[in-house]
């Protein structure tokens, strides 16, 4: 399924931020990443691409499909979203919050069965926290509710995800798992569409990238063509560089003038 944003454009009201023209399609098995300094508007992006924000015009739309118009539980069935640290004051376990992705997959009134439980706890095992299932949500660490989160998406089975800075929280070893799970997903031919502020995420999963600086796009393309030291050095407005290993693996590196070089 195909994710097309056109002309989007959206504003927080008169002298707000806005976002002004915003075009890019993500289809089956694409990883798009979206990238931009603090505040450049990826959050508001995504918000308007989930129904969260009414946009002033443009279109966005799934397989062809206008998807402001879509009825709420269709559009959960298609679009699952995976938002940037959230908390819970309620005794949940992380079970009950996996299950809940599985809602939109049920008639009104039902209640999840024991293969909604089977995939809950399949999608809990596939981000490497199946051991939590028991424990309250509220007592987590930050990381282990972004997995959680991700189990939630994950078990919601959606032809489309949308991820707010979806490594933010974690460990090395779990920015890798969850980049694994994340390019695995789009390889079983979901679409993906994750921001981050690290250009080296990108540059390991991403199929496109989206330059975003005041509401704009200021480049889009694939990755390998886009993620260049010309282009993050303009987005970030500091010096960066990316370094290619011989054989072949590249690293952004930021240098601005006063940090240590680093060679040793
Ligand atoms: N509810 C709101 N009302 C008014 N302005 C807002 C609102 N939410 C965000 N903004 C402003 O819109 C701009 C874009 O915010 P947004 O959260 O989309 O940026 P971002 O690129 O995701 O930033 P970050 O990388 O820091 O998370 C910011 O200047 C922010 O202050």
Do not use: W
């Not at 995504?46 to 397989?63: K, Q, V, W």
């Not at 809940?100 to 399949?122: N, W």
């Not at 290993?245 to 003038?257: E, H, K, T, V």
């Amino acid at each position: 399924m195909t994710l097309a944003v056109l002309d989007l454009c959206f504003s927080y009201g008169p002298g707000g931020r806005r976002l002004e023209g915003i075009s890019f399609s993500a289809g089956a098995r694409d990883v798009v990443c979206i990238l931009g300094p603090n505040g450049s508007g990826k959050t508001t992006l995504l918000r308007c691409l989930i129904g969260g924000l009414a946009i002033a015009s443009g279109r966005i739309t799934l397989a062809g499909q206008d998807a402001t118009r879509l009825p709420p539980r269709r559009l959960a069935r298609l679009v699952a979203y995976v938002p940037q640290g959230t908390q819970s004051v309620f005794g949940h376990r992380v079970l009950d919050i996996v299950m809940m992705g599985r809602s939109a997959h049920l008639r009104h009134f039902q209640t999840p069965g024991p293969r909604d439980e089977e995939i809950a706890v399949a999608a809990l095992e596939r981000v490497g926290i199946a051991g939590l299932a028991e424990r309250s949500f509220s007592t987590i660490s930050g990381g282990e509710r972004q997995l959680c989160l991700l189990a939630r998406a994950v078990a919601q089975k959606p032809a489309v995800l949308i991820l707010d800075e979806p490594a933010a929280s974690l460990d090395f070893a779990n920015q890798a798992r969850i980049l694994d799970i994340l390019a695995g997903l789009a390889d079983g031919g979901l679409a993906v569409v994750m921001t981050t502020h690290h250009p080296d995420h990108a540059l390991q999963i991403g199929t496109q990238v989206l330059g975003l600086r005041d509401g704009r796009v200021i480049a889009d393309g694939p990755a390998s063509r886009v993620l260049d030291e010309g282009f993050l050095t303009g987005l970030y407005g500091t010096p960066i560089r990316v370094i290619r290993s011989p054989d072949g693996l590249a690293a952004c590196r930021p240098c601005p003038s006063h940090a240590s070089t680093g060679v040793f």
